[in-house]
């Protein structure tokens, strides 16, 4: 059984240049979250996404966006790059059924801007 | 009033001891409350997680005590082992009704040292 896989790994831009991340979510799982942590920092919760649609949104600017795909897989895309987005990025998906809130993470993409 | 707080900011601990890290939260709405796990380089791995309708839920080593009077709740680990050399984060968030569900608030993190 797949768990949540990310990629790239790894990745390293410029200032004010756009970046595309992209998840899977765990098979079985229809929600896919993202979040951001930063060094030394707790997650962030960037938004969410269910049946496509943005669902959920946390305090972050709309250079930030997202995509969902019909096979719940899903991108998230940061434009106008800056010093401050260097993070790792993780992705966390779940099931929308049965009250809870069980979200599985996946290893994240370390993002670099420079 | 979504803030989640978490204390120790680092903890030493032997061999055998016994693990305890602490977090406190302001939002009554919150009603779902996991420990994870991360260690460099992945992304947190759930360890155990509560609802607010019980007080103590324990699994393996690891048990989570919850106070809702006092919007507390705090993780232990029995027997810790070098193994458990991690940061730890605790996270709360709303999973029942139609709002505010599904976002994860999560503490700073706690980075566990257990000595040989």
Redesign the interface.
């Known amino acids: 059984d797949a768990g949540?896989t990310q990629s790239p790994t790894h990745l390293i831009k410029t200032r004010g240049q756009q970046v595309t991340l992209r998840c899977s979510p765990k098979s079985g799982h229809d929600?896919v979250?993202w979040?951001q942590q930063a060094l030394?920092?707790?997650?962030?919760?960037i938004f969410?996404y269910?049946e496509e649609e943005e669902?959920?949104r946390?305090n972050f600017p709309d250079r930030f966006s997202g995509h969902q795909f019909p096979n719940y897989s899903s991108e998230l895309n940061v434009n106008a790059l800056l010093l401050g987005d260097s993070a790792l990025y993780?992705c966390?998906s779940?099931l929308e059924r049965g009250?809870?809130?069980?979200?599985?993470?996946?290893?994240?993409t370390r993002l670099t801007v420079l | 009033q979504q803030q989640v707080k978490?204390s120790p900011q680092s903890l030493i601990v032997q061999k055998g001891g016994i693990s305890i890290i602490n977090c406190a939260y302001e939002n009554t709405a919150f009603d779902?409350f996991?420990w994870?796990q991360q260690f460099p380089?992945?992304?947190?791995?759930?360890l155990i997680?509560i609802r607010p309708d019980v007080s103590e839920k324990k699994e393996g080593r690891f048990t989570i005590s919850f106070n809702k009077s006092a919007k507390q709740f705090s993780l232990h680990i029995m027997d810790s082992q070098p193994g458990d050399s991690a940061t730890y984060?605790c996270?709360a968030?709303r999973?029942?009704g139609s709002s505010?569900?599904?976002?994860?608030?999560?503490?700073?993190?706690t980075t566990l040292q257990v000595k040989p």
Do not use: C, E, H, M
């Open positions: 949540v929600t979250s979040y030394g920092q707790g997650p962030q919760f969410q269910y669902r959920q946390g993780l966390a779940s009250n809870t809130d069980t979200q599985y993470f996946g290893p994240g | 978490q779902y996991p994870y380089g992945k992304g947190p791995a759930l997680a984060f996270a968030s999973v029942t505010n569900t599904g976002k994860l608030i999560f503490g700073q993190g």
